[in-house]
């Protein structure tokens, strides 16, 4: 519990061309708790800028919080910072594992919530296909995983401190260190008995072993003490090794929180998704 407190300590300090269709208004526009499901966590926040097309680039950004604890709200600052560099965003919140939900069930609330965001596109006039995906800790983990696994158009990933191989016993045995193994059984519906090779259910909630031509861009602090930074390391190697366009980004001296509570960092951070997700979005 003491670990958990810890990471939840982290997630808050990140709470911190013409087409056709044109959609202008004076300011941005909020659509805040929209219910994209039947679930009292399925709500996302919609956030439009002040002038988009039918091409700007539309980003589902979710949350972390150990796939059990959190909101949105730890995104927050994240998404409207995006926004107000001219990107659509969806900021989605969803269920946490438990005993009766799982991490099939999370990338499901997933799909609903990019459905409803689909939906919305007719109403606001913006794309109504190929998104791109986004997340930090947990949901940075949710973002590829999905990326992935669903058969919907994704243009590119971009992830902060993401954990990507969970049927490791040497990655397991890192996060036991932080009561965080309990979590990832949750996720992958399995009972993991230490120091043994875990089984093929951890691997399906590991993003390594799903890899499509996606282009992904990772960030990771080199001091993250709850993810190690070996975690993205690994996923950037196993990308390279099949030809993905791909990026890991250091942040020297950060901690779990990738640097998004310093304004320099942050800036870093915002500046390399806005490139990645501009590269290509086309």
Known sequence: MKNLL???????????????????????????????????????????????????????????????????????????????????????????????????????????????????????HFATTGYNMSGISAGAHLALLYGYTTTKNIKSIAVLCAPTQLDDPKRLAELQQHDLVKNVELLADATYILGKQPNSKFTNVSPYAHIKQIPTLLFHGDKDDLVPYAQSAFMYESLQAKGVPSKLVTMTGKGHDCGMNQPDSEKQVLDEITNWVNQYNN
């Open 6 to 124: 810890i990471l939840f300590t982290a997630l808050l300090l990140l709470t911190g061309c013409k087409a056709q269709n044109t959609k202008t208004a004076q300011t941005s526009k909020d659509l805040m708790h929209l219910q994209y499901a039947t679930a009292k966590q399925n709500t996302l926040d919609l956030f439009l800028p002040k002038t988009y097309t039918e091409k700007t680039p539309v980003i589902i950004l979710i949350h972390g919080g150990a796939w059990m604890m959190g909101g949105n709200e730890y995104t927050d600052k994240t998404a409207k910072d995006l926004r107000d560099r001219g990107f659509i965003v969806a900021n989605i919140d969803y269920r946490y594992v438990s005993e009766t939900v799982h991490g099939k069930d999370l990338l499901m609330d997933i799909d609903k919530a990019v459905t409803f965001v689909q939906k919305q596109a007719k109403d606001y």
